[in-house]
């Protein structure tokens, strides 16, 4: 017996105990943690319980230079994550086919963001579909979030240590996060592959700090309640007011191409032809509004690119943004035309050590630089800057393209609007 087998069967009894068994027998795309809420079963173990279901699958996404209103403009194919979460936990019986049909060709690029406080207890189902538009493929997948401490290896996701959820199964991740910060997840089966074909998405802790009630610290600092911090900095050096995250990633259409036609992948010759911000190159990653793209294998209109990458902020706000980056192939440089804070870096506060008595090492930047698995959390101080049109824009120049569109890609716009009452 193989260790995975093990650790397979250790989980799987887990959880069928932990769902009772009571299912009916196509339990398979079930999730435990709605269901037992409904029920009315406790298992908060004193902590707030998040419940997310996901299905694992494929879909087609739409770049900048591509006209979405024309679906003979090939949308390019991704394989992906899809939220399914039930609207009624109590839908038992209809609940296969109801996650089969809302993720059946629905991936998103990004993949649903996962926000959670710190010492929630998040129960993550994710429910392999297979793929529509290749059912000959029959890859497992995982959810490994990236950067989380202490993960145990059943719910880890990383394949060689525990295992993949292979088409038709399901598995319900368990994470209590005790630590706040910026992280990301993604798809750890075959990772270089299903990274660079869209299972990756956003994730971040918001800290205890920000559910205190008024009070005055020892070194002089008053918290007021309501005000949001991204660490436990015990001094309010984090504080922000508009919190915007940010992801970067690469895409190579050529690789998504032999994808879907049946070729092999040209793993030596990937290349980042779209740079991409939220899933989106320039000037899209400025549309407030989420994208669709109509399938070209249903006919149907899907979210596509559903996270928006432009700031907003009002002349005197503190805007925070959360970078990170799953790019599987090189670096990225994100310029400011404003001056960034760097608060934070590997989801951590970039103090001393990571901790908050640590020594503090914030400062003011142009530009930070991000690998794939990196995060850094800067803040940008409105006010004193004059409202206006900012862009937020990678410094790698030839990176500033949509595929042969020699403009746009890794940038988006920040728009400072006049205080009230400002002349
Ligand atoms: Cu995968």
């Given at each position: 017996m193989t260790r995975s087998f093990t650790l397979g069967l250790l989980?799987?009894?887990?959880?069928?105990g932990l769902a009772g068994f009571t299912?009916?027998?196509?339990?398979?795309?079930?999730a435990q943690c709605e269901p037992l809420k409904a029920q009315g079963i406790d298992i908060s173990d004193g902590h707030?319980?998040?419940c997310k279901h996901l299905t694992a699958g494929d879909g087609f996404i739409t770049m900048a230079d591509q006209d979405r209103s024309n679906p003979a403009a090939e949308p390019t194919y991704i394989f992906g994550f899809s939220d399914v979460t039930p609207t009624d936990p109590?839908?038992?019986?209809?609940?296969?086919?109801?996650?089969?049909?809302?993720?059946?060709?629905?991936?998103?690029?990004?993949?649903?963001?996962?926000?959670?406080?710190?010492g929630d207890d998040l129960y993550l189902t994710l429910s392999n579909?297979?793929?529509?538009?290749?059912?000959?493929?029959?890859?497992?997948?995982?959810?490994?979030?990236?950067?989380?401490?202490?993960?145990?290896?059943?719910?880890?996701?990383?394949?060689?240590?525990?295992?993949g959820i292979n088409v038709a199964q399901s598995l319900t991740y368990f994470y209590r996060f005790l630590e706040p910060g910026t992280y990301m997840y993604h798809c750890h089966q075959e990772a270089a592959e299903h990274m660079q074909m869209g299972m990756l998405g956003i994730t971040?802790?918001?800290?205890?700090?920000?559910?205190?009630?008024?009070?005055?610290?020892?070194?002089?600092?008053?918290?007021?309640?309501g005000n949001t911090y991204v660490y436990n900095d015990g001094d309010g050096e984090t504080v922000y007011d508009v919190e915007v995250p940010l992801q970067i990633a690469g895409f190579d259409p050529s690789?998504?191409?032999?994808?879907?036609?049946?070729?092999?992948?040209?793993?030596?010759?990937?290349?980042?032809?779209?740079?991409l911000l939220n899933g989106r190159g320039y000037p899209e990653t400025a549309n407030p509004a989420p994208l669709s793209t109509t399938g070209p294998l249903d006919g149907a209109e899907h979210v596509s690119q559903p996270m928006s990458a432009l700031v907003q902020a009002t002349q005197g706000q503190k805007v925070l943004l959360r970078i990170s980056s799953l790019d599987v192939q090189r670096f990225y440089t994100l310029g400011s035309q404003i001056p960034m804070k760097i608060v934070g870096k590997g989801a951590r506060i970039f103090r001393g050590g990571g901790k908050a008595e640590g020594v503090k090492l914030a400062h003011l930047t142009n530009s930070v630089t991000v690998g794939g698995g990196e995060s850094v959390d800067v803040i940008i101080d409105t006010q004193d800057v004059p409202p206006g049109r900012y862009f937020l824009y990678t410094t790698n120049l030839n990176y500033l393209s949509n595929g042969d569109q020699d403009f746009g890609g890794l940038m988006t716009e920040f728009v400072i609007a006049p205080a009230s009452g400002a002349v």
């Amino acid at each position: 017996m193989t260790r995975s087998f093990t650790l397979g069967l250790l989980a799987a009894t887990a959880l069928a105990g932990l769902a009772g068994f009571t299912g009916p027998a196509h339990a398979a795309f079930r999730a435990q943690c709605e269901p037992l809420k409904a029920q009315g079963i406790d298992i908060s173990d004193g902590h707030n319980v998040v419940c997310k279901h996901l299905t694992a699958g494929d879909g087609f996404i739409t770049m900048a230079d591509q006209d979405r209103s024309n679906p003979a403009a090939e949308p390019t194919y991704i394989f992906g994550f899809s939220d399914v979460t039930p609207t009624d936990p109590t839908d038992f019986e209809n609940s296969a086919q109801t996650v089969q049909a809302k993720g059946r060709l629905a991936a998103s690029f990004p993949a649903p963001a996962i926000v959670v406080d710190e010492g929630d207890d998040l129960y993550l189902t994710l429910s392999n579909i297979g793929f529509a538009g290749r059912p000959d493929l029959f890859d497992p997948h995982t959810v490994h979030y990236h950067g989380f401490p202490n993960a145990s290896n059943v719910f880890d996701g990383e394949p060689e240590a525990s295992f993949g959820i292979n088409v038709a199964q399901s598995l319900t991740y368990f994470y209590r996060f005790l630590e706040p910060g910026t992280y990301m997840y993604h798809c750890h089966q075959e990772a270089a592959e299903h990274m660079q074909m869209g299972m990756l998405g956003i994730t971040y802790v918001r800290p205890k700090q920000n559910k205190l009630a008024d009070q005055s610290f020892p070194n002089g600092f008053q918290h007021k309640t309501g005000n949001t911090y991204v660490y436990n900095d015990g001094d309010g050096e984090t504080v922000y007011d508009v919190e915007v995250p940010l992801q970067i990633a690469g895409f190579d259409p050529s690789f998504h191409k032999a994808s879907v036609d049946v070729q092999p992948p040209p793993f030596a010759f990937m290349e980042d032809a779209y740079p991409l911000l939220n899933g989106r190159g320039y000037p899209e990653t400025a549309n407030p509004a989420p994208l669709s793209t109509t399938g070209p294998l249903d006919g149907a209109e899907h979210v596509s690119q559903p996270m928006s990458a432009l700031v907003q902020a009002t002349q005197g706000q503190k805007v925070l943004l959360r970078i990170s980056s799953l790019d599987v192939q090189r670096f990225y440089t994100l310029g400011s035309q404003i001056p960034m804070k760097i608060v934070g870096k590997g989801a951590r506060i970039f103090r001393g050590g990571g901790k908050a008595e640590g020594v503090k090492l914030a400062h003011l930047t142009n530009s930070v630089t991000v690998g794939g698995g990196e995060s850094v959390d800067v803040i940008i101080d409105t006010q004193d800057v004059p409202p206006g049109r900012y862009f937020l824009y990678t410094t790698n120049l030839n990176y500033l393209s949509n595929g042969d569109q020699d403009f746009g890609g890794l940038m988006t716009e920040f728009v400072i609007a006049p205080a009230s009452g400002a002349v």
